[in-house]
């Protein structure tokens, strides 16, 4: 009803949106794998039914079922039913304008959103984290961007006190509504928290997990609620992103994707809830584990978000300026350097704590982390974050970059990376796999010669995604300027790359991502021996080949381009 069924906002250029069907096949996501194991996660009466007629026409011997199959289906569809009207009912509440209420949604309408989606939020966190589904940061982070696109146009979507606070600080949310906010937001956390519980004999405590202790519990809150509260900020409230002529719909899908990143990297750390009223909502839902913890993940998840404000205005400095200015403005050199470092950080940082945790979907999570922070700053630097694309973005010529700031460029990629390793050595040291190496090395049974054939295939076809995705002008309707999937395609590359050659050379397709695992590798490494730095040297110069490929590849495929330069 929200995503699919509202009027067409001034904003939209386009008959249609690009996301509703997106939207609601996540509702599916989120649902199936949070309460998969509760009731099946149909979600759907006629899926019921299909279910259960087939069960009738074959049930395997020995097999038993709790209760008639008939009426289980006649309840399930009936609660099923009752869904559907209340989200009727619901609808009407918070989108009253499309009922022919003409006055713009008031705090009430805004309200509504605000609890509804926190608490959704909070009920997937709640249930996924305690039936241990597969997915689990991808089913939160569905949850999470669809109740965005829903509640978006009433109440801005913060469905978080954090980014109520960056919005705050940011000059894009009057101070006045924060406390009302804040108050809507905690309570349907910590309702969320008890509902969910009731339906299983445990409840989520918040605490450092395994061998972590609370700092680096802290301090994995705040980098990452930074990143939320950063991405939401570039991609929801910056002008340039958001024209009132023309707005950008991949602004909940780049919010959304922070939780992928974020959840695989430092859920084994924190929790990873980066969100006061998750945080609390299941503080006070475990209140016989003890209470406290919640609080303090809930003040340093603010002190990300104050810090995310901060170096917003440093990257958006036009937002603040008078109207003539941000009508002429072109990103400073200083600051496109500030966007680069920020997103190789987060992309590297991603990659390491995936490492660390032993995460079986590094690939997944390291993608996530490129595709929002490349929707978050694309127009800033042109979101390179890889001095193999860089690179690439030189020898395909147009005027894209020129050499000295390719060059700069380059050099912070791997600063960042560098740093980035730095950092995530220090939670190595505390994992659980503490005694097992990271290191740039070639898979079992792989030599150095395959591992860099494999980088050099594997970042051409990145560095040619690009170059095709974000450098043209997209394919579909010519009325919007804003491309929905530029970055969705180049994360997929890192996604598709990343699993396809990880076992054959770790899958980096960037030389900042190897400069930043071979810097880990020399700072903490099990057994106290140093890891030579040759393999950074040897891929790295494959992955430059591939970004050179690449710009060929593009240069023969799309001529055009090149006609009237």
């Not at 950063?230 to 959304?256: C, E, H, M, Q, Y």
């Not at 040297?537 to 494959?542: A, E, I, T």
Request: charged share 10%.
């Amino acid at each position: 009803l929200a995503c699919a069924t509202i009027s067409k906002p001034a904003s939209q250029l386009t008959k249609q949106n690009y996301y509703f069907g997106l939207a609601i096949a996540s509702c599916v996501t989120a649902g199936g794998f949070a309460i998969g194991g509760v009731s099946g996660g149909e979600l759907n009466p006629a899926v019921s039914t299909g279910i259960a007629v087939a069960s009738s026409i074959y049930t395997p011997k020995g097999a038993t079922m709790v209760g008639s199959n008939f009426v289980n289906l006649l309840l399930l569809g009936i609660f099923e039913i009752a869904g559907g009207l209340f989200a009727s009912f619901i609808f009407r509440v918070t989108h009253a304008q499309e009922f022919g209420k003409a006055a713009p949604p008031g705090m009430a309408q805004k309200c509504a959103c605000e609890f509804l989606g926190v608490f959704v939020l909070v009920f997937t966190v709640v249930c996924q984290s305690l039936s241990g589904a597969a997915f689990g940061a991808t089913s939160i982070a569905c949850s999470l961007m669809v109740m965005i696109y829903a509640t978006g146009p009433i109440s801005g979507g913060h469905l978080n006190p954090a980014v109520s606070f960056a919005l705050a600080l940011s000059e894009k949310m009057k101070w006045s509504e924060v406390p009302v906010y804040w108050i809507t937001q905690l309570m349907a956390g910590i309702l969320a928290g008890f509902m969910a519980c009731s339906l299983f004999t445990d409840t989520v405590d918040v605490a450092p997990k395994d061998t972590y202790s609370g700092w680096h519990a802290y301090l994995a809150e705040t980098l990452y609620t930074f990143m939320l509260c950063f991405v939401v900020l570039n991609a929801a409230g910056s002008k340039r992103n958001n024209s009132p002529t023309d707005g950008n719909n991949f602004f909940a899908l780049a919010i959304g994707f922070v939780i992928i990143a974020g959840g695989n990297a430092v859920g084994g750390v924190s929790g990873a809830a980066f969100n006061p009223a998750v945080a609390l909502g299941l503080d006070f839902s475990s209140h016989e584990k003890g209470v406290g913890n919640g609080f303090l993940w809930a003040l340093f998840e603010l002190v990300g978000a104050a810090i995310a404000a901060a170096i917003y205005r440093n990257v958006r400095p036009e937002d603040y300026g008078n109207q003539t200015d941000f009508d002429t403005y072109k990103p400073a050199w200083h600051t496109k350097l500030v966007s680069e470092f920020l997103g190789v950080f987060f992309l590297v940082l991603t990659v390491g704590l995936n490492l660390c945790n032993g995460s079986a979907v590094t690939a997944w999570s390291a993608a996530a982390a490129l595709m929002c922070m490349i929707y978050s700053l694309g127009d800033v630097s042109g979101a390179h974050f890889n001095p193999a694309v860089t690179l690439a973005c030189m020898a395909s010529g147009r005027d894209l970059i020129n050499t000295f700031d390719g060059l700069a460029y380059m050099v912070v990629q791997v600063l960042a990376g560098v740093i980035a390793g730095c950092l995530y050595s220090v939670f190595h040291r505390s994992s659980l796999k503490e005694t097992s190496p990271i290191t740039l090395t070639p898979g079992d049974g792989f030599s150095i010669y395959q591992a860099g054939m494999a980088e050099f295939a594997a970042t051409a076809l990145l560095a040619y995604i690009v170059l095709s995705c974000a450098t043209v002008a997209h394919a579909g309707s010519q009325k919007t300027k804003n491309s929905f999937y530029f970055a969705l395609c180049i994360g997929s590359c890192v996604t598709a790359g990343g699993f396809a050659v990880g076992s054959v050379s770790g899958g980096e397709l960037n030389p900042a991502v190897a400069a930043g695992i071979a810097t880990a590798s020399n700072v903490f490494q099990p057994g106290g021996l140093p890891a030579p730095m040759t393999s950074f040297v040897q891929l790295g110069l494959y992955e430059l080949a591939g970004g050179l490929l690449g710009a060929v590849a593009f240069h023969a495929t799309h001529a055009k381009q090149y006609v009237d330069v």
